[in-house]
């Protein structure tokens, strides 16, 4: 297949590419606008393969997504691009409307005027596949229960708003037009190439640095984690066999506190990296408690049944595995980071079409 992966050079995005150029014999086009999030480095591995085009192109532009469908005859739509930093949409939302539900439309649209065109055989297997988060069902505080795909939508912040925005559109374009869609709703994710902004990552490097590590609130709050490679496969796995028009969940079932997170993180660091910077005696000492975040959801959990009954998917790794991994990596990838700490890695940005 040819399949278009729009915000491809982000976190998600680069880690489904480097999936199905390594593990497929498919053909993928990146088009990623490249904004501060979009990292070419984390394809380094792939850049050269004779699968893997590039298009600078940003979602919201109408015509130059016609030119993209035009010039590849993509048989599918994979569909990442957008802004996703909670923190950011808050301070910031204008971009997270701008990306997230107008580029959505602008990509439903682009998608539906190049399937109508197709001939029966192609138009009849062509589908979008829309990857959404579990934010968008709200908060699950003082409750056992665990997000369906029935749960009702409930957002709580300027994200994950924008976010249930873009699956009701995408949802609508099935039911008016018929355009082919699967839509995925994902847990938190983690693992190699992700942007030293998040959780994980920031920890991480923070730890290794001497530097604070702030945690919201009382660090109670509840995540599933899933490695961001297991939820690759999962993505792959849905965009190919897939039932149209339906949704499914995607979880790692690792429910852990924040406060549980670093402090796993801590722990590895004492194992992984035992020398520490100086004046620093455990890298648990650096943890400092901040004021929470506006509107900050306390537990979000998915059920991940349908998946694994109807596609027969299930994560490889456990928490303690893929945070293990995710830690080494980041210890052995320095280049990577440092680049982006220091701004230089969006000085080498190109494409040709």
């Known amino acids: 297949m040819k399949i278009i992966i729009t915000g491809g050079a982000g976190f998600i995005g680069s880690a489904l590419i480097r999936h199905i150029i390594n593990m497929t014999k498919d053909t993928v086009i990146n088009v990623d606008k490249l904004s501060y999030a979009g990292n070419l480095e984390s394809l380094s591995c792939v850049e050269k393969s004779n699968r893997y085009f590039l298009e600078k192109v940003d979602i919201c532009n109408k015509e130059e997504l016609d030119r993209v469908f035009s010039h590849y005859q993509p048989d599918a739509v994979m569909h990442l691009a957008a802004e996703s930093h909670v923190d950011r949409s808050i301070n910031g939302p204008k971009a997270f409307i701008e990306t997230n539900i ?137 965009m190919t066999k897939g039932v149209m028009g339906e949704t499914y969940n995607i979880g790692g079932k690792n429910e852990k506190t924040n406060i549980e997170v670093v402090q796993t993180i801590c722990a590895l660091l004492e194992e992984l990296a035992p020398e520490k910077p100086q004046g620093i005696d455990k890298y648990s000492d650096l943890i400092r408690y901040v004021t929470d975040r506006p509107g900050h959801d306390l537990r979000y959990a998915i059920d991940a049944t349908k998946i694994e009954r109807e596609l027969g998917w299930t994560p490889e790794e456990t928490f303690e595995t893929g945070m293990r991994k995710t830690v080494q990596w980041y210890l052995e990838n320095e280049a990577w980071w440092s680049r982006i700490l220091d701004g230089s890695y969006r000085l080498e940005r190109f494409v040709a079409h």
């Not at 990509?107 to 959404?132: G, P």
């Not at 590590?213 to 496969?233: M, S």
């Open 102 to 238: 107008v580029g959505t439309f602008s990509l439903l649209e682009a998608s539906r005027q190049y399937w109508n065109k197709l001939d029966a055989s192609r138009k009849s297997t062509f589908r979008f596949h829309h990857i959404s988060t579990d934010e968008v069902y709200g908060d699950l505080e003082n409750t056992e229960s665990l997000f369906t795909e029935e749960t009702p939508y409930a957002p709580s912040s300027p994200y994950s708003a924008s976010k249930a925005s873009s699956d009701h559109l995408v949802r609508a374009w099935f039911r008016t037009y018929g355009l082919p869609v699967i839509v995925t709703n994902c847990s938190n994710n983690y693992g190699p190439c992700h942007f030293p902004e998040k959780l994980i990552p920031l920890m991480i490097l923070n730890a290794l640095k001497g530097k604070e590590l702030p945690v919201y609130g009382n660090g109670q709050q509840i995540r599933d984690w899933l490695y961001v490679e297991d939820h690759a496969r999962a993505l792959y796995q849905v």
